[in-house]
């Protein structure tokens, strides 16, 4: 294979024109013979650069409104002739097909497209068809190509002709290997696109890509790899978030933070969620994100240590001071003012994320989760229950104050990890219990954390005195609801679909509770 390889002939054609004008005036200033195609050939040549259209290069005209343009022996053979084997470089002069040194091609916008809702006969006629089987060519003959799909590549390129006279083995074959990731991603958002097009929810063969926005310093724990990878649906979030100041986000950083916000943004008032190992340990609304920081901080201080904290407001001042009196690794919210900005710049290591906006927890999506051999995908959770929807199953209906409480818990059940167990009482969580292979022992925790929370700001009546219970999947046996009870709950909420629902409902009725079924559970494995 054939290293430092100079640059005799290009080919550019670009939909992101970024850099290219520079670009093709370096490489005329090489001595290149510079071939492009429509708007790039115009650029370059508004700019006083030598250039020939493909058209004239071929001898064929572009046909079928520019359909056909490059899919031509010209173009291919000039691509995929082998500089190292005397039988190619005879045909290819016997042929007239002229060696192609370098190929700068970004394709059709078929994502962007698509992401503003075009039309289906505008989505169809953005799929490029020319420009990927020019990039595959040019990747399968990185040894005597260079192939350039970005516009920072043009950079990389650029730099290694200025100090070496020719690009690196190195090189095109780091460039041949994002070619081929950028046609497969490609393919994968078309596919994706045209199976729900045609209603294939789960399509005979799945594909998916993400483009890399950070290289993690480890995984969940020093001994792991990880990378951070976007998948371009820009659901707002940590995708989307802007750093303001602090650390570099960990692996566990962004897992816990996009537990966090995706929490939050179920509620409509001001709210706070504090989160420890992906579980929330406190959730509440408030009349401001002051309020509502007071109430989520006090279900659990001691968890709240070193947890993320996730707003569904603009931040300001006072909850600024208020989250910061604490060690917090992370604060994600839409927005925050300039004075709260200044507050948490105090804290120098505190990542600040900014979203600009919050995700919609009933939009449609797709979550995948690896398994042994491949992986699995469901449609997200995006399930919620209303008022009208549930059904009183005791001798007594809950109360206006205990129906707002126990649709809030139910809320914040969905994001506890199964199985959960969740105390509210005036729109904040006053005990959680998440994880336990029991139920029973799922109330059993949540009930001593509200005690313990109640000790820790000087009360002996622990903060689930009074409560509504929440429990994500039904109770299997009374012993559940008894525990609940016992802590002081005065209300449940719980799917319902028991075999032993008569059983739990005598329970609650002889606890003189109110008790609601959802008919929907919210497994959180």
């Known amino acids: 294979m054939t290293d ?48 020939k259209d493909v058209s004239e290069h071929t001898g064929f005209p572009e046909v079928l409104d520019g359909r056909v343009k490059t899919l031509v022996p ?32 970004n394709l059709y916008p078929f994502e962007a497209t698509v992401a503003k809702g075009a039309e289906f006969d505008d989505c169809i006629e953005n799929i490029d068809i020319g420009g990927p089987a020019m990039i595959r060519s040019a990747a399968k003959n990185h040894a005597h190509v260079v192939v350039c799909t970005e516009p920072q590549h043009l950079l990389r390129v650029t730099e290694e002709l ?46 998916f890509a993400g483009q890399l926005a950070q290289t993690l310093r480890y995984g969940e724990n020093p001994h792991q790899r990880a990378g951070f990878y976007l998948d371009g649906t820009g659901r707002p979030g940590i995708a989307t978030a802007r750093q303001a100041q602090g650390k570099e986000l960990s692996f566990n950083n962004l897992n816990d933070t996009d537990a966090a916000f995706d929490c939050v ?27 509502a920081w ?3 901080l006090r279900c659990d201080p001691v968890s709240a240590f070193g947890g993320i904290v996730a707003a569904n407001r603009v931040l300001d001042a ?40 919050l995700p919609d927890p009933a939009s449609p999506g797709m979550v995948f989760r690896s398994v042994g051999g491949g992986f699995l995908a469901q449609s997200r959770d ?91 999947a039904f109770f299997p046996f009374a012993d559940g609801l008894e525990a609940a009870a016992a802590a002081g709950a005065t209300a449940v909420i719980q799917p319902g679909g028991s075999m032993r629902d008569n059983e739990v409902i005598a329970a609650a009725d002889a606890a003189g509770l109110a008790m609601v079924f959802t008919g929907m559970r919210h497994f959180r494995h």
């Open 162 to 207: 200025a100090t070496q006279g020719g690009t690196s083995l190195a090189l095109r074959r780091e460039l041949a290997a994002a070619a081929y990731a950028r046609t497969a991603s490609y393919d994968a958002a078309i596919g994706s696109w045209f199976a729900g097009q045609v209603g294939q929810e789960f399509p005979p063969r799945l594909a």
């Open 4 to 51: 430092r390889l100079p640059i005799r002939r290009a080919l550019l054609s670009v939909s992101d024109k970024t850099g290219i004008v520079d670009f093709a005036r370096m490489l005329a200033g090489m001595g290149a013979e510079i071939l492009s195609t429509g708007g790039t050939a115009q650029a370059i040549r508004a700019a006083g650069i030598p250039v």
């Open 318 to 357: 006072a909850a600024a001071e208020r989250i910061s009196a604490i060690f917090t690794e992370v604060v994600i919210a839409p927005d925050a003012d300039e004075a709260a900005r200044a507050i948490f710049a105090r804290k120098k290591n505190l990542r600040l994320l900014l979203t600009g906006g």
């Open 294 to 296: 007071d109430a989520a």
């Open 265 to 291: 943004a179920e509620f409509e008032r001001p709210a706070i969620v504090i989160v420890k190992h992906a579980n929330p340990c406190g959730v509440a609304e408030g009349t401001d994100l002051a309020a």
């Open 382 to 472: 995006a399930g919620r229950v209303t008022e009208g929807a549930l059904k009183v199953v005791t001798q007594r209906a809950p109360t206006a104050q205990e129906m707002a409480d126990l649709l809030f818990a139910f809320r914040v059940c969905k994001h506890v990890k199964s199985n959960a167990i969740i105390y509210a009482r005036g729109g904040a969580t006053v005990g959680i219990g998440a994880g336990q292979m029991s139920r029973v022992d799922s109330a059993r925790i949540a009930a001593w954390k509200s005690a313990e929370a109640a000790r820790a700001s000087g009360s002996d009546t622990p903060l689930a005195q009074g409560s509504v219970v929440a429990s994500d």
């Open 74 to 105: 010209q173009v291919h053979g000039g691509l995929l002739g082998r500089r190292d084997l005397s039988a190619h470089l005879q045909q290819m002069e016997q042929h007239g097909l002229a060696p192609i040194d370098l190929l700068a091609v």
